[in-house]
């Protein structure tokens, strides 16, 4: 449950407006930049949430099974308009996705043997790194700048992006030794006059 001061004011949107949404960003992102799209509209744009949800979001959604985009729109309709909200923003998000499916399906068997369409193909997932880059980017200057924040940052990064871990078994490690660091951080601080 929310606390009443974040409830008064959290934005009311409308389930059109939720709906409306995120059948736009599903029609009009794809791959990995969806999230960065997602941030673009929800944070930057229409307000509806702020960077530090955003980030608990992305985060719970990249835990979770299911496609990252998918979870969070679970998440901020939740945040938004609650179960029904959720429901919203997630058919608002999968419908498009899955028609645009369909249709790139067909149009991939018909011309998938053309050099042309691998790089087209490849420019698009270009495109889709350079979008979860520059979220990637905006988000952590948001983040604090303690050193612990950026040596689990660093760790992650090194473990999953570089020495190819798995995802779960270093989320499973850094996600009890972050709360348990914060905890620790906030007792200091209380502590101290």
């Not at 930049?33 to 530090?52: A, C, M, P, T």
């Not at 729109?73 to 939740?78: E, N």
Request: hydrophobic share 55%; proline share 5%.
């Amino acid at each position: 449950m929310l606390p009443e001061a974040e409830l008064a004011v959290r934005p009311r949107v409308g389930l059109n407006h939720l709906l409306g949404t995120f059948v736009r960003l599903g029609t009009m992102t794809f791959g990995g930049g969806v999230q960065s799209w997602i941030h673009r509209e929800v944070v930057d744009r229409l307000g509806w949430i702020d960077s530090k949800s955003f980030l608990s979001g992305l985060t719970v959604a990249q835990v979770l099974p299911g496609a990252n985009p998918v979870n969070l729109a679970l998440y901020v309709g939740l945040q938004l308009r609650g179960g029904v909200g959720a429901a919203v923003a997630v058919f608002g998000m999968l419908v498009p996705a899955f028609c645009t499916t369909l249709i790139l399906g067909a149009l991939y068997r018909g011309y998938g043997h053309l050099a042309v369409v691998h790089f087209v193909l490849a420019g698009v997932a270009a495109a889709g790194v350079g979008a979860t880059l520059t979220m990637g980017i905006k988000v952590a200057r948001r983040l604090p700048r303690d050193f612990v924040t950026l040596l689990i940052a660093l760790a992650v990064f090194v473990l999953v992006g570089v020495l190819r871990c798995p995802m779960i078994p270093v989320v499973a490690v850094m996600v009890p030794l972050s709360i348990g660091l914060a905890f620790v951080a906030e007792k200091k601080s209380e502590a101290v006059p």
